[in-house]
């Protein structure tokens, strides 16, 4: 069964202390990975698409990377501003553009 | 301005009633989705188009419905049918090709009473 799992589930960092937020996946085939910022009560917005092992992307203080089996996302010196739900999701080779998403992780960031 | 919009915001039903959900994008964009995201999990695919007149189902289909009569509006009825309808509905599209992003409306939170 293809499945995509966000660790950690909520995390809590202060002001500036960098971390990261990974995305596993077990997918018959990857033909993208694709990471979203979510607020309370908004629809998701896109940050990034990653489509091959190896490929790095940079938006401010976010960068986010893909292996073979996992996504991270690196936030950097991060903001209160940058608290949200961070979403993952993957795009199956057959697919027809249906995307599986992971339960997202909550980031909060204390000043 | 560019973009997709979900009306109403809140939609208050009494169980039992059909309710139908819009969803608009002058993006211009061929392919259109609906999800259904609950607290506490991932959101989940109900129906999607990648052209006019023409939608698939999704995971969890069963107890909605979708029209897609024009290329900016693809309509979402939550029937009777639908045991547990009570959940924050999204709307998305994208261009048509299986590497191009989707881009969220602001969402609609349906509560049936």
């Known amino acids: 069964e293809d499945q995509v799992t966000q660790s950690p589930e909520a995390l809590r960092l202060q002001e500036g202390e960098s971390s990261s937020l990974n995305c596993s996946y077990t997918?018959?085939?990857?033909?993208?990975l694709f990471w979203y910022r979510q607020d309370p009560g908004k629809g998701p917005e896109f940050l990034f698409t990653?489509?091959?092992a190896g490929e790095e992307k940079e938006k401010e203080r976010l960068k986010a990377t893909l292996t073979k089996k996992e996504s991270f996302l690196h936030i950097t010196a991060p903001k209160p501003e940058d608290s949200a739900t961070y979403l993952c999701?993957?795009?199956?080779?057959?697919?027809?553009?249906?995307?599986?998403f992971g339960k997202g992780t909550k980031l909060s960031v204390k000043p | 301005d560019g973009g997709i919009t979900q009306s109403p915001k809140y939609l208050f039903r009494k169980e039992g009633q059909n309710v139908t959900l819009s969803c608009e994008q002058n993006?211009?964009?061929?392919?259109m989705y609906w999800y259904r995201q609950d607290p506490g999990q991932g959101l989940r695919l109900i129906y999607y188009?990648?052209?006019?007149?023409?939608?698939q189902k999704g995971d969890i289909a069963e107890g909605y419905s979708v029209s897609r009569e024009k290329k900016e509006s693809f309509p979402l009825t939550v029937t009777s049918a639908q045991k547990n309808p009570t959940a924050f509905y999204l709307c998305?599209?994208?261009?048509?090709?299986?590497?191009?992003?989707?881009?969220f409306g602001p969402g609609t939170r349906l509560t049936v009473l």
């Open positions: 998305a599209s994208s261009m048509r090709g299986l590497l191009n992003e989707q881009f």
């Open positions: 997918v018959s085939g990857l033909r993208g």
């Open positions: 990653l489509y091959s």
């Open positions: 999701a993957v795009l199956l080779r057959g697919s027809q553009g249906n995307l599986i």
């Open positions: 993006l211009n964009h061929d392919a």
């Open positions: 188009s990648q052209i006019v007149n023409d939608f």
